[in-house]
């Protein structure tokens, strides 16, 4: 059994996004992106292995020995970034959305 840990960054910007949802959208549609994000988490903890390799930070030289991987949120342009700790870890490290600097991002927590 996995044991999922959310970073201080993932928070923030799941929050965030869905402050942003609701300001310019309205609650229906912030509680959309929330179910969806609870449902790619959900994904992520039960099949960890089965979510793509990040290979964006390759050449980034303080992320380049940190195994990545990313899964999308359905109906919305998100990806969870996360990295598998040990045998029993899943750290969400970030949200990224196809406008952001995710290297910058998962480098800066």
């Not at 998100?78 to 750290?91: A, E, M, P, Q, T």
């Not at 970030?94 to 600097?101: E, S, T, V």
Request: glycine share 2%; charged share 25%; proline share 4%.
């Amino acid at each position: 059994m996995w044991q999922v840990q959310k970073s201080s960054l993932f928070k923030r910007q799941l929050l965030s996004f869905a402050k942003n949802y609701k300001d310019r959208a309205g609650i229906e549609v912030a509680e959309r992106f929330l179910d969806s994000a609870e449902a790619a988490i959900a994904f992520v903890a039960d099949k960890p292995l089965a979510c793509a390799l990040y290979l964006g930070t390759i050449n980034h030289e303080t992320l380049k020995d940190i195994e990545f991987r990313k899964w999308p949120l359905s109906s919305f342009p998100y990806s969870i970034y996360f990295r598998i700790v040990g045998d029993s870890v899943i750290k969400l490290e970030a949200l990224y959305a196809h406008r952001m600097d995710t290297e910058k991002i998962l480098n800066n927590p």
